[in-house]
């Protein structure tokens, strides 16, 4: 699979390119290798835990650049897309399917 295609009867599908795909899975604690499913219930933890894992990776960011400049050394390079730029159309996602009180299915 080159890419996750999350879906659900409230939204329009979204799409992302696998390796973003597989660290948003990862991060809900879902096996990104397999079809599957989250609940309404469980959409509140998983948008939780991706917001806790962007002040995460933004807060080891700034760690780096700080010892970095404390060193003496360049600013370290990080990819140009943040996991809080990739996430927010997700989190999106999970917020409507939430209202309405629908799942979100990926890999079927």
Known sequence: M???????????????????GKRLLEILG???ETPGV?????????IEAIRAA???EEAEQR???EQAAANGEPEPQFESVSLRMRSTPF??????????RVEVVWGV
Do not use: N, W
């Not at 989250?38 to 998983?46: N, R, S, V, Y």
């Open 38 to 46: 989250l609940m309404p219930e469980d959409i509140p933890g998983a």
């Open 30 to 32: 879902k096996d990104p």
């Open 2 to 20: 080159t890419i996750y295609r999350f879906k659900s009867r409230e939204t329009g599908d979204l799409v992302m390119l696998r390796p973003h």
């Open 54 to 56: 962007v002040l995460a």
């Open 63 to 65: 760690r780096q650049r």
């Open 91 to 100: 989190i999106e996602m999970l917020e409507r399917c939430l209202g309405a």
